[in-house]
């Protein structure tokens, strides 16, 4: 899985699709600007590339899942943008069938595209195409947790309040859902948790994304008490705030009151890196 390619990229997972008469490759790769991911489709006489920010997986999930789940009669031409990247989806047809026309258009390189056909049968294609980057996209997750959890737990962790607090758990065979901290007892939060050991991580992670950004979430604890690590990671820099759990009610109900007083704001933005294109924009 590991290999250096040209460029000094290193290529951290590979995986490849045989569909009719095309091959994709998808390659999960980082260089020193960053991780993406690229696609490439290869004919017996052509061979073209796309390459996706490591932010746009999850947006080509969402927009693969569309056309997947639409029905051809409902279905429209998207615009995403990610970046300086911007991507277009359109469905065609010839005498093959239906196919997703996916093209990319940024300022650093020429205009590129790859041709995925939806099947003899229905969305087969598309769907295929689909479960290898919603593969990627969870492989990939659980790499980067593993790889600062590594990277992490050779640091040593500053002191903390010997309270312990309500919170909640979320991670490695618990629901992904978060628990009201009104609904966890104190009690009953610290019967939930390991022993203290010398400062690890005791396995309990998560991680989201927003923009460039990546944000982990692991619950450790040291001889002073449990304990949140959110660490904050864009590009090679990292940095990290310790909450004790005697903190995270409180943490909670300040998020909350945040995304409270910023709700229109917030609804409103969601969604804008997608737009559906009029025949006319186009």
Not at 49 to 75: A, K
Not at 106 to 131: H, K, L, M
Request: hydrophobic share 35%; proline share 4%; with cysteine.
């Amino acid at each position: 899985m590991d290999g250096t390619a040209g460029g000094g990229d290193v290529e951290l997972m590979c995986k490849t699709l045989q569909f009719e008469h095309k091959l994709f490759y998808f390659d999960l790769k980082e260089n020193p600007r960053g991780r993406y991911l690229k696609i490439s489709e290869k004919t017996a006489a052509t061979r073209s590339t796309i390459i996706v920010p490591l932010n746009g997986i999850v947006w080509f999930l969402d927009l693969f899942n569309y056309y997947v789940n639409t029905d051809e009669r409902d279905m429209f031409s998207k615009e995403l943008k990610l970046d300086t990247k911007v991507f277009y989806f359109d469905v065609g047809e010839n005498k093959r069938g239906r196919f997703l026309k996916v093209s990319e258009a940024s300022v650093n390189r020429n205009r590129s595209t790859i041709i995925v056909p939806a099947g003899s049968s229905g969305e087969e294609g598309w769907a295929a195409f689909r479960n290898i980057l919603l593969e990627i996209n969870e492989e990939a997750s659980r790499f980067f947790v593993a790889n600062q959890q590594n990277v992490e737990s050779s640091e040593h962790l500053p002191g903390l309040s010997d309270d312990v607090g309500a919170g909640f758990i979320s991670g490695s065979g618990h629901s992904s859902l978060p628990v009201p901290v009104s609904e966890l007892s104190l009690d009953g939060l610290v019967d939930q948790l390991p022993p203290q050991d010398d400062g690890g991580s005791i396995g309990l992670s998560k991680v989201i994304r927003a923009d460039q950004k990546r944000f982990f979430f692991d619950l450790g604890s040291n001889n002073r008490g449990h304990f949140l690590r959110i660490s904050e990671v864009a590009g090679p820099d990292r940095s990290s705030i310790i909450l004790p759990l005697s903190g995270l009610k409180m943490f909670h109900e300040m998020i909350g009151h945040f995304v409270e007083i910023t709700k229109d704001r917030l609804e409103a933005i969601s969604g804008t890196n997608v737009r559906t294109l009029e025949p006319s924009q186009r």
